[in-house]
């Protein structure tokens, strides 16, 4: 089972920052993986719509990866970040990435599947969000 470790780094009352670190094992891809579920924060907030993302800082080596907001039916897909370099990515300026999945049937679940996650691949991400 690949390694993905998810350390919260502020749960404040308008933003949220996680910061997750990627190893492979070799046994595959992630896919759908929760990288942030609005009821764990605290306090939880209900499972709609709820996260805008202002800004990523990722370090991927060897792998691609999409980021994709839950929803029921299909998934959201909101961002792709390809592997072998360092970025920092603003959304603020445009007011954030939202999800825009269906306030029925979207969970406000951010998540993550990665393309060519192979064994000693490894990785970094760190996800501001505003929650909404």
Same mark, same amino acid.
């Given at each position: 089972?690949?390694?993905?470790?998810?350390?919260?780094?502020?749960?404040?009352?308008?933003?949220?920052?996680?910061?997750? &670190?990627?190893?492979? @094992?070799?046994?595959?891809?992630?896919?759908?993986? =929760?990288?942030? /579920?609005?009821? !764990?924060?605290?306090?939880?907030?209900?499972?709609?719509?709820?996260?805008?993302?202002?800004?990523?800082?990722?370090?991927?080596?060897?792998?691609?990866?999409?980021?994709?907001?839950?929803?029921?039916?299909?998934?959201?897909?909101?961002?792709?970040?390809?592997?072998?370099? &360092?970025?920092?990515? @603003?959304?603020?300026?445009?007011?954030?990435?939202? =999800?825009?999945? /269906?306030?029925? !049937?979207?969970?406000?679940?951010?998540?993550?599947?990665?393309?060519?996650?192979?064994?000693?691949?490894?990785?970094?991400?760190?996800?501001?969000?505003?929650?909404?």
């Amino acid at each position: 089972m690949p390694q993905l470790t998810l350390t919260t780094l502020a749960d404040g009352p308008r933003n949220a920052i996680t910061h997750a &670190s990627f190893l492979s @094992d070799g046994s595959g891809d992630l896919v759908d993986v =929760d990288l942030i /579920n609005p009821m !764990d924060f605290n306090p939880p907030m209900p499972p709609r719509p709820a996260l805008n993302i202002y800004r990523l800082w990722y370090d991927f080596t060897g792998f691609d990866a999409r980021l994709e907001f839950d929803y029921l039916s299909s998934d959201t897909p909101i961002w792709t970040m390809s592997g072998g370099r &360092s970025n920092q990515i @603003d959304f603020e300026m445009i007011g954030g990435l939202t =999800d825009r999945s /269906n306030e029925l !049937d979207g969970s406000g679940k951010l998540q993550i599947t990665t393309s060519g996650f192979d064994a000693g691949d490894f990785g970094t991400l760190i996800i501001w969000a505003r929650k909404s």
